[in-house]
């Protein structure tokens, strides 16, 4: 089946750095990478959608400055954090669809885990 | 846009019992509604899923069903077992006018606790 590989699995920063996540899709091509965030005991909350060779689209309230996106490959993409905060630390979640059509399912990365200090 | 509520938000029961998770959504255009299980410290995986021109769809232990008219779908494990326990998400997918992006929304998720 499809699989979505994220890393680190897990990071802990200084205040005032930056961190940066990969997500990759091994076995399909991406077109479309979704980023989340989710703090302990809630649902999935969406940051941005990346879209390979373009700018990525940023939910309303989330930074483009502070969680830059790149998704330079068809099977790559990185969410970088930042000047992190201690507020910044959360679960991030990637997720890729298979193909370019509507109805391909959605697969997720295991997340990452960072905590700013 | 799409508003998806879930519940319960805890489940607990017996090994061998069933459980149920039920999700309705507010957009009559969502045409897409996967099923995702996520244990601690890990990413959601899709468990089972349903598009709107389907009623309802088994596989093994687990079925979905929807009701496109009521606009509400429900998750049914039966003979449950310890490792069920997690939370599943529900989600519903719009298809979006000219757009192929198709983004999710999830519910707020059910925390199922299987006790042996």
């Known amino acids: 089946g499809a699989v979505v590989s994220q890393h680190p699995s897990w990071v802990i920063c200084k205040s005032g750095t930056s961190v940066k996540i990969e997500c990759r899709s091994l076995d399909f091509q991406a077109t479309t990478m979704f980023w989340y965030r989710q703090f302990p005991k809630q649902s999935l909350m969406l940051m941005a959608t990346s879209n390979e060779g373009s700018k990525a689209t940023y939910e309303q309230g989330v930074e483009k400055d502070k969680f830059l996106i790149n998704h330079a490959s068809l099977t790559l993409s990185t969410l970088t954090v930042t000047s992190a905060h201690p507020e910044d630390s959360s679960f991030y979640i990637c997720?890729?669809?298979?193909?370019?059509?509507?109805?391909?399912?959605?697969?997720f990365g295991n997340g990452t885990r960072l905590t700013v200090t | 846009g799409e508003n998806v509520e879930q519940h319960p938000s805890t489940l607990s029961v017996q090994e061998g019992d069933s459980a149920v998770i039920k999700c309705t959504y507010s957009d009559s255009a969502s045409n897409y509604f996967p099923w995702y299980k996520q244990e601690l410290g890990k990413g959601p995986q899709l468990i089972i899923d349903?598009?709107?021109?389907?009623g309802e769809k088994k596989d093994q232990r687990i079925a979905v069903t929807l009701n496109k008219t009521a606009k509400h779908f429900s998750l049914h494990i039966t003979e449950t077992q310890p490792e069920d326990s997690a939370v599943y998400f529900c989600a519903a997918r719009v298809a979006d006018r000219g757009s192929t992006l198709g983004r999710l929304y999830f519910g707020r998720g059910t925390q199922l606790t299987v006790w042996p």
């Open positions: 997720s890729a669809r298979q193909t370019v059509y509507l109805n391909s399912p959605l697969h």
């Open positions: 349903i598009r709107s021109n389907v």
